[in-house]
C-alpha cells in the first residue's frame, strides 16, 4: 500500500512563491500518474498538475506557467514548485497517485481515477 506524505506550504503574499513536496513510500508499480489537486474553499477539488511514467506533464489553464510540477525519481518525491501565487490559490493541496497511466483530461484530473493521496496541505495567499 503506497504511502504519501506532504509537506511545504504555509502562508504567503500574493506574488510570492511557495513549494510543495510529496514524499512517496512502498509504491511498487512502473506505470503511474502522480499530481496534485486543489480544494479551494466552497469549491470543488480540481487536478492542477499530472506526470505520468512517461514523463508526460499536463497543468490546468489556471496554473499553467506559474506552476512546476517535477517527480525526484531517486527520492520519490514529487513537488511542485508554485510562483506568482494569488487569492485564488488558497486552498489545500493534495497528491495522489495511481497505479495507472491516462490520457485523456477527463480521467487524468479526475479525484476518483486516484487510488492513494497525501493528507493535504495547507496554502493560504492574502492580497
Known amino acids: 500500500q503506497a504511502q504519501l506524505r506532504q509537506s511545504g506550504g504555509g502562508s504567503v503574499q500574493a506574488g510570492g512563491s511557495l513549494r510543495l513536496s510529496c514524499e512517496i513510500s512502498e509504491y511498487a508499480s512502473y506505470k503511474y500518474c502522480m499530481g496534485w489537486f486543489h480544494k479551494a474553499p466552497g469549491k470543488e477539488l480540481e487536478g492542477i498538475a499530472i506526470i505520468d511514467s512517461n514523463d508526460f506533464i499536463t497543468y490546468v489553464k489556471s496554473v499553467k506557467g506559474r506552476f512546476t510540477i517535477s517527480l525526484d525519481k531517486a527520492k520519490n518525491t514529487l513537488g511542485l514548485q508554485m510562483n506568482r501565487l494569488n487569492p485564488e490559490d488558497t486552498g489545500l493541496y493534495y497528491c495522489?497517485?495511481?497505479?495507472?497511466?491516462?490520457?485523456?483530461?477527463?480521467?487524468?484530473?479526475?479525484?476518483?481515477?486516484?487510488?492513494?493521496w497525501g493528507q493535504g496541505t495547507q496554502v493560504t495567499v492574502s492580497s
Open positions: 495522489p497517485a495511481s497505479p495507472n497511466v491516462y490520457y485523456t483530461e477527463n480521467t487524468r484530473y479526475s479525484a476518483d481515477m486516484y487510488r492513494n
